[in-house]
């Protein structure tokens, strides 16, 4: 019995050797295993994670705003507040008067071509007057209306029940980006471009308070502007503000040369009535940005598209005024500065993301929703991130399928384009794909593509 047991340790012995030497081989045919990425963190906790667990608003910001919503005793507020959603959400750009001349001129045509077919005498002058109010009465049947949002007292409280917790999951999934990624940032000062109810300013309290020492909060909205004070004293006109060094304007700081740490502006591009004054916007912001540019708007086909309006003013136009010669470059959430192949490949469906929260009317219960919203962040200098060590990493623009043994992850990659990557422990590395397992839509991956792999791209 000793024999077979020690022949059997000997065995044993002998067969660890060979899976530990198949191992080694195996990490030097995939460089990819000998990259430390993680840098210890678990896998699940991996560098390329951005998303964030269920968010809720700061119990301060909870409680001054249902005392707010209490005191406004605002009719019908559930109804009301839903109303406005949807309507936010389904809101669409005013159409520019470019097009609309063209689609005038078109349909004219069109009217004019089918009554010259008729056959008999045509008095024109006549014909031209019913020809020029078929076009009138069917551009107005057809054109969206866009219309500016108004806010009195009562519908800022109106507004703030509807997209308080919403928008303020979406600002700190986005700004959680750049604490992440770029932990030694430390801004000093902020300016919010159609600051709202301040949800930016509550959101950069909670991450860089300690270095913070002024943030400049725009609104056009005096009303708005006083709601969102009535929310950092906890609706007390006496008491002091959560945190201080918070101003409160209806127009920007006139001066050009006047820049900002951080500059943001957050759902605040869809309430510009037209292309030219929203490219303005972006160029003064820009102006007025020394380090990052964060612009936040819904995830829906308007609100990606806009962005990516901001992203080409900044990456291809030449501004008139110059201060600061540094060019923009993008941060997040591309990992290139090609033409978003979401436009081009799949134009119906946004970039767009999402964040879990629990709303306004639910403190104390375990209601969750959902923000989707599309981002975009341009930054000043263009270092490349600590955690990546060189690396490439493509951005998850899905959820990802968690299937036996395989992952299906289908991301948008730094050569511009969207790829969809059957991640395996054999193909990418144990640590790639139980990273993948953990991540989630909005994250990025650490996937290296080998040369033989076989890569299904999301364009076929």
């Given at each position: 019995?000793?024999?077979r047991?020690?022949?059997?340790?000997?065995?044993?012995?002998?067969?660890?050797?060979?899976?530990?030497?198949?191992?080694?081989?195996?990490?030097?045919?995939n460089?990819q295993m000998?990259?430390?990425f993680?840098?210890?963190?678990p896998?699940?906790k991996?560098?390329?994670?951005t998303?964030?667990?269920t968010?809720?608003?700061?119990?301060?910001?909870?409680?001054?705003?249902?005392?707010?919503?209490h005191r406004?005793?605002?009719?019908?507020?559930?109804?009301?507040?839903?109303?406005?959603?949807?309507?936010?959400?389904?809101r669409?750009r005013?159409v520019?008067?470019?097009?609309?001349?063209?689609?005038?001129?078109?349909?004219?045509?069109?009217l004019?071509?089918?009554?010259?077919?008729k056959v008999?005498?045509?008095?024109?002058?006549?014909?031209?007057?019913?020809?020029?109010?078929?076009?009138?009465?069917e551009?107005?049947?057809?054109?969206y209306?866009?219309?500016p949002?108004k806010?009195?007292?009562?519908?800022?409280?109106?507004?703030m029940?509807?997209?308080?917790?919403?928008?303020?999951?979406?600002?700190?999934?986005?700004?959680?980006?750049?604490?992440?990624?770029d932990?030694?940032?430390a801004?000093?000062?902020?300016?919010?471009?159609?600051?709202?109810?301040g949800?930016?300013?509550?959101?950069s309290?909670?991450?860089?308070?300690?270095?913070?020492?002024?943030?400049?909060?725009?609104?056009?909205?005096?009303?708005?502007?006083?709601l969102?004070?009535?929310?950092?004293?906890?609706d007390?006109?006496?008491?002091?503000?959560h945190?201080?060094?918070?101003y409160?304007?209806?127009?920007?700081?006139?001066?050009?040369?006047?820049?900002?740490?951080?500059?943001?502006?957050?759902?605040?591009?869809?309430?510009l009535p037209?292309?030219?004054?929203r490219?303005?916007?972006?160029?003064?912001?820009?102006?007025?940005?020394?380090?990052?540019?964060?612009?936040v708007?819904?995830?829906?086909?308007?609100?990606?598209?806009?962005?990516?309006?901001a992203?080409?003013?900044l990456?291809?136009?030449?501004?008139?005024?110059?201060?600061?010669?540094?060019?923009?470059?993008?941060?997040?959430?591309?990992?290139?500065?090609?033409?978003?192949?979401?436009?081009?490949?799949?134009?119906?469906?946004?970039?767009?993301?999402?964040?879990?929260?629990?709303p306004?009317?639910?403190?104390g219960?375990?209601?969750?929703?959902?923000?989707?919203?599309?981002?975009?962040?341009?930054?000043?200098?263009?270092?490349?991130?600590?955690?990546?060590?060189g690396?490439?990493?493509?951005?998850?623009?899905?959820?990802?399928?968690?299937?036996?043994?395989?992952?299906?992850?289908?991301?948008?990659?730094?050569?511009?384009?969207l790829?969809?990557?059957?991640v395996?422990?054999?193909?990418?590395?144990?640590?790639?794909?139980?990273?993948a397992?953990?991540?989630?839509?909005?994250?990025?991956?650490?996937?290296?593509?080998?040369p033989?792999?076989d890569?299904?791209?999301?364009?076929?």
């Amino acid at each position: 019995m000793a024999s077979r047991s020690y022949g059997a340790c000997v065995l044993c012995r002998r067969a660890a050797a060979v899976k530990l030497t198949c191992r080694g081989m195996s990490a030097a045919a995939n460089p990819q295993m000998q990259v430390d990425f993680l840098k210890g963190v678990p896998h699940r906790k991996h560098p390329g994670v951005t998303n964030l667990k269920t968010l809720r608003l700061p119990e301060e910001l909870q409680i001054a705003a249902q005392s707010i919503i209490h005191r406004a005793q605002v009719s019908r507020l559930a109804e009301r507040a839903h109303k406005l959603t949807n309507y936010l959400w389904s809101r669409k750009r005013a159409v520019e008067d470019r097009t609309l001349r063209q689609t005038a001129a078109s349909l004219e045509k069109e009217l004019w071509e089918k009554a010259m077919r008729k056959v008999g005498d045509i008095d024109e002058q006549l014909l031209e007057d019913r020809i020029r109010k078929k076009v009138f009465k069917e551009l107005k049947r057809t054109t969206y209306h866009w219309s500016p949002m108004k806010y009195d007292e009562e519908m800022g409280v109106v507004y703030m029940a509807a997209r308080l917790a919403g928008g303020y999951a979406a600002v700190r999934r986005v700004l959680n980006e750049i604490k992440k990624r770029d932990p030694s940032f430390a801004p000093q000062t902020l300016l919010d471009f159609g600051s709202g109810l301040g949800t930016v300013a509550w959101v950069s309290q909670a991450y860089w308070g300690d270095s913070l020492k002024e943030m400049v909060c725009v609104d056009s909205s005096g009303p708005m502007n006083i709601l969102a004070e009535r929310l950092l004293k906890g609706d007390d006109e006496r008491a002091e503000p959560h945190f201080k060094h918070v101003y409160f304007r209806q127009f920007l700081p006139l001066s050009p040369k006047v820049q900002f740490d951080l500059v943001t502006a957050a759902f605040t591009l869809s309430e510009l009535p037209n292309v030219k004054d929203r490219e303005e916007a972006v160029f003064t912001l820009w102006r007025k940005t020394s380090s990052y540019l964060v612009l936040v708007e819904n995830g829906t086909k308007e609100g990606h598209q806009m962005l990516m309006e901001a992203r080409d003013t900044l990456l291809k136009k030449q501004e008139k005024i110059v201060h600061d010669s540094r060019p923009a470059s993008v941060f997040a959430p591309c990992s290139h500065e090609f033409m978003c192949p979401k436009l081009v490949n799949d134009p119906v469906t946004p970039c767009n993301f999402l964040q879990q929260y629990h709303p306004l009317h639910s403190p104390g219960h375990h209601e969750r929703q959902t923000e989707k919203f599309s981002y975009l962040i341009m930054s000043r200098t263009k270092a490349a991130d600590a955690e990546t060590d060189g690396m490439d990493w493509g951005r998850l623009i899905a959820p990802v399928l968690r299937r036996t043994r395989h992952v299906h992850c289908h991301m948008c990659y730094p050569d511009g384009q969207l790829q969809h990557k059957v991640v395996t422990a054999k193909k990418h590395s144990r640590d790639v794909y139980r990273c993948a397992r953990s991540a989630d839509w909005g994250d990025r991956m650490p996937i290296i593509q080998k040369p033989e792999e076989d890569v299904h791209s999301d364009s076929e």
